[in-house]
């Protein structure tokens, strides 16, 4: 009587969602899991350390000013505005499923989110400190001392504390649950017509060659302009600059489509504010397609369901100063 | 049988916390009660209005980029940095407990938080956009216009119904359950000796006389520097410039106590990063007394009671514009 019944049971699960497993299996973009957090206090002081402006020079600019969680992970501008207003070089990619990386930075100079972070701190293009200069800060505020102690058992704080707790809590800063994922488990009635008539088009044309994986990017580095070159004013000449290796050049990390919606402008130089004209410049210059409007609309619909659950978290409550505290420099006297 | 009963009942409560209805009543320095919300929708639309850096030319700053609401409602800056990394003509206020204040900014210029909220986008050395501008920028959103018009019944938003809602919020930013606030309202353990000789000294030296009520301050306009004068570079001249009578020169807005640990550096000009000096700088200037170190100590220890509950609240996810959206302007090309 026992096998029958167990078999009983897998028929019928099989049968309450036929598609999940099929989809999740032959689909090339996976759904994206939520965050499990094991380690709450360090992601917590991570949150801490990502929105505390004290890790600049002048003591304006944090993570979040370039990564801001209200705005998609993005600072939603071509380039970002770093120390004394200078003018980045590449656009700054969401920090939303950046854990989903092969790597960091669009040339992929960093292998992890840990040795990301390091480095806008110290950029004098960016945050414009100094590791050492961050660690005297955080080292001067009893609190932040404590929660460092708590967490890695010592008092003295070092730069790699601090970007370990930053790359922890930017893990959790995933995005599940988004249409296009509930309909990948499953649920028909997640996508409309026009939605998985655009997914469909945007797997017939190829653009699952390089946007797959649960990131629908992010997995490998592409030539940006394989058929057409791209034209563009920004001298970023992409993973050759890591590799120096010339086949490189050109060659970007392919960014990630997940909540595409929200992390406009696109592309390395952020040219193209429209995510239609964005779609119609891939298919032309990387697969040699010249789309319909009717195809890019379609596709462009696709892409919303990208959206996921936005990370939903208090705003942190930073630790103040001491007198011991080494003063931002917010302007630079003569 | 009935009378009998109450009046045990009364004596009852009253002996319990016989110092609660004493202090309350006899100190200058009054509890601050938690924001009573009574149009939950107005407030979070304020929030988002209040972090979206849309209103700002340069689609970076934002009401938080000064008034950070990690950091006390302040900056934490001698002034603050406006755009194109403009340099500010003065320390930027808490907005914390703001609503207590009897005008906004340092001269009082705003009769209220909502005429303040206007000030900031249009200033061409702070936000630097325009009212038709951000108008422009919200009405493009649709999300936006829905939440303008569930709330104010019209998609037609105004740069009054958007200083309406952020004001609503900032309502909403008060500090309540301070330690200090827990001794006054009865709890003897609350303060330790040396934080109630510190208040006991702030009361005997005269400064309840400008730092009283709710926020220990934000009642009155006072000249800076009455015994002797306050030597700065700072060329503002405070409340002279909204009344043009010149006994109002070098008057300012009595600025508020709460908070005071977390809103360095302190004074209009933000010269003072360390609270010992702030106190001993006014006792002398205001006051006419050479207060020594112990009693700055205690007058400090006090001050530090003065923290209260910092708001405890999701960060908002803003919606993201669409193709209609007017673009940031964050560096002027020639």
Redesign the interface.
């Known amino acids: 009587m026992k096998y029958p019944l167990i078999a009983t049971a897998i028929i019928a699960a099989s049968m309450a969602m036929p598609a999940m497993a099929d989809r999740v299996a032959s689909e090339l973009i996976k759904p994206i899991e939520p965050a499990v957090i094991t380690e709450p206090a360090k992601a917590e002081l991570g949150k801490k350390l990502f929105?505390?402006?004290?890790l600049s020079r002048?003591?304006?600019i944090s993570c979040n000013?370039c990564h801001?969680?209200?705005?998609?992970g993005s600072?939603?501008?071509?380039t970002s505005?770093g120390h004394?207003?200078q003018?980045g070089p590449i656009n700054s990619p969401t920090v939303l499923n950046s854990s989903l990386s092969v790597a960091q930075f669009w040339d992929g100079r960093a292998a992890n989110l840990q040795e990301q972070a390091g480095g806008p701190i110290a950029n004098p293009m960016e945050m414009a400190s100094s590791h050492v200069l961050a660690i005297d800060v955080l080292r001067s505020i009893p609190q932040y001392r404590q929660e460092f102690a708590a967490i890695y058992g010592t008092e003295d704080i070092t730069i790699d504390h601090v970007t370990d707790a930053i790359a922890v809590f930017e893990e959790t800063l995933v995005t599940p649950n988004s249409r296009f994922d509930l309909w990948l488990k499953g649920d028909d009635s997640a996508l409309n017509t026009q939605e998985l008539a655009g997914y469909n088009k945007f797997k017939e044309i190829g653009c699952t060659a390089c946007h797959n994986g649960p990131a629908a990017g992010g997995t490998s580095f592409q030539r940006m302009g394989v058929v057409e070159p791209y034209v563009t004013d920004n001298p970023a000449e992409g993973r050759v600059s890591v590799t120096g290796d010339d086949r490189d050049r050109f060659n970007f990390k392919v960014p990630t489509l997940r909540n595409v919606?929200?992390t406009?402008p696109y592309f390395h130089d952020g040219a193209y504010?429209?995510l239609?004209k964005a779609v119609d410049v891939m298919a032309r210059l990387q697969l040699g397609r010249q789309l319909s409007d009717e195809e890019i609309g379609n596709i462009t619909a696709f892409l919303k369901t990208l959206t996921g659950e936005?990370p939903?978290?208090?705003?942190?409550?930073?630790p103040?100063?001491t007198?011991a505290t080494p003063?931002?420099v917010?302007?630079e006297k003569n």
């Open positions: 929105f505390d402006p004290r002048s003591g304006f000013s801001n969680l209200s705005m998609g600072d939603n501008l071509p505005i004394n207003w003018e919606e929200l406009y504010w429209e239609e936005q939903s978290f208090a705003m942190p409550i930073l103040p100063s007198n003063r931002p917010p302007f």
